[in-house]
């Protein structure tokens, strides 16, 4: 009997990973290794190693779950080593658990869910970024973080300051945080702009992508950090699914459900692209033309402006791909796609 491939499931946790190694025989059977289970630290990923090398008969490949960040040093430790892995939304492996009619969930069936949906399904490698998007991602997301903070504290500051008889320090406090926010805000943005000038390739690509009205420096970083300069994108339908900007209808029989966008993807890019679509809603004129349109038959202003950031999402693809500025007539055939 020979061995055509094999896939180690690992499911990770703070301190564990318990792994389970499934194989695919030329008779197409599927057969399991027990669960073995590992520390999570360089230790136990030796260890991890080891017993694969013991029962590997096939090229392998790793897949994990994308659980928090605790998967991040077994996956950059096997990248480094030229392993194959896989890094998997939550969302995907649940539904493949429902389709096995699993209901008991521990972590050794967690494991052989992974090896399994490995040798069923045909996945994408993971790719590790370079430390220069590592360095973006984190301060992008760190930039977001300290903004939605300092909405809130305006927010309670305005609060405050209509509020009867609110003592002096309260107000005074609010005002201290949100300086302080706005200058940490500055000192992040600086920061960024230095790393990607430190890429002449990348910061020419930006500037080339920033003659988008309405698309600035901080949008489009944003989107670099959240999908690895498009590393791992392969089309512009690909890029709106992994933004969970992409159109869910729900229809059956006589039922006519409501159609919207599934949120089943980074919202973190989502984030980004509001405030551009808002504006190229109003200011650009082919955005403008394709809002207007679409406004005056949906309910829901917020559906128009959802879809205007669809389509810069997939304009800034486009010249990211192509390594192209701004042309009215891009937009136009971005529009009517």
């Not at 792994?19 to 360089?42: A, E, Q, Y």
């Not at 000192?187 to 500037?207: C, G, P, Q």
Request: hydrophobic residues 40%; charged residues 25%; proline residues 3%.
């Amino acid at each position: 009997m020979k061995t055509l491939k094999q896939c180690m499931g690992i499911d990770v946790s703070k301190d564990t990973l318990v792994c389970c190694i499934s194989s695919l025989n030329d008779d197409d059977k599927i057969s399991f290794s027990k669960p073995k289970t590992f520390f999570n630290n360089p230790e136990g990923f030796n260890q991890l190693l080891s017993w694969a090398a013991t029962l590997r008969c096939s090229e392998m490949t790793f897949v994990l779950e994308a659980t928090g960040v605790y998967y991040e040093n077994l996956a950059y430790w096997l990248d480094s080593r030229d392993e194959k892995l896989s890094v998997l939304l939550p969302n995907k492996v649940k539904h493949f658990a429902k389709s096995l009619n699993i209901k008991t969930k521990t972590d050794s069936i967690d494991s052989r869910i992974l090896s399994q949906l490995g040798l069923e399904r045909k996945l994408a490698y993971w790719k590790m970024p370079s430390k220069v998007m590592r360095e973006i991602k984190f301060l992008s997301r760190e930039y977001r973080e300290a903004k939605a903070k300092l909405v809130v504290d305006k927010n309670q500051l305005h609060a405050k300051i209509h509020s009867h008889d609110c003592p002096a320090s309260v107000e005074k406090r609010l005002k201290k945080q949100i300086s302080l926010l706005e200058t940490q805000l500055l000192e992040i943005e600086a920061e960024l702009r230095t790393i990607a000038m430190s890429d002449s390739n990348l910061y020419d690509r930006i500037a080339k992508i920033s003659t988008i009205p309405g698309v600035g420096f901080m949008t489009i970083i944003s989107i670099m950090a959240e999908t690895n300069a498009f590393a791992l994108v392969n089309n512009a339908k690909q890029l709106v699914s992994y933004a969970g900007l992409d159109i869910m209808h729900d229809q059956s029989g006589l039922k006519e459900g409501k159609t919207r966008i599934s949120k089943k993807g980074n919202s973190f890019i989502r984030n980004a692209l509001y405030m551009p679509a808002l504006s190229a809603s109003k200011h650009n004129p082919d955005m403008k033309i394709f809002y207007d349109r679409l406004k005056e038959t949906k309910p829901a202003k917020k559906i128009g402006i959802t879809a205007v950031a669809r389509k810069l999402l997939v304009l800034i693809y486009l010249l990211w791909k192509n390594n192209e500025e701004f042309e009215p007539a891009i937009t136009t055939a971005v529009v009517g796609c």
